[in-house]
């Protein structure tokens, strides 16, 4: 894929989950760091607005579905691998320090609500 249409594609992402108001869009893995080949899937870390810990695999569900639901086609042509937190859940997996935190905070930022 060429820079171009790499581009091209980071802006769909955001123009579709933009209705969604999240806090910030991070991408990572291949596509960020200009490595990707025609295996590659697309890497996003996805912070919500929300302010709240899901309690069960449902909620922890019905939020990734949520994200997932408008990025559907870009997954079918792409690819999609993505990470949904909501803001607490955000700052808990910031405090741990792992080195998958540190990962993805190499990305690159797609979006970052004001």
Do not use: C
Not at 66 to 73: A, C, D, M, S, T
């Amino acid at each position: 894929m060429s820079k171009i249409d790499i581009e091209k594609l980071k802006n769909e992402i955001v123009e579709r989950l933009k209705p969604l108001e999240p806090d910030k869009i991070i991408l990572f893995g291949s596509y960020a760091y200009g490595k990707s080949n025609e295996e590659s899937d697309i890497d996003l870390y996805i912070v919500t607005k929300d302010d709240y810990i899901p309690q069960n695999v449902n909620e922890k569900m019905d939020l990734k579905f949520r994200y997932f639901k408008p990025l559907e086609n870009i997954a079918k042509d792409f690819g999609l691998d993505f990470i949904v937190h909501t803001k607490p859940m955000h700052q808990k997996f910031i405090e741990n320090n792992s080195s998958f935190a540190k990962e993805i905070q190499k990305g690159i930022v797609l979006w970052l609500r004001k």
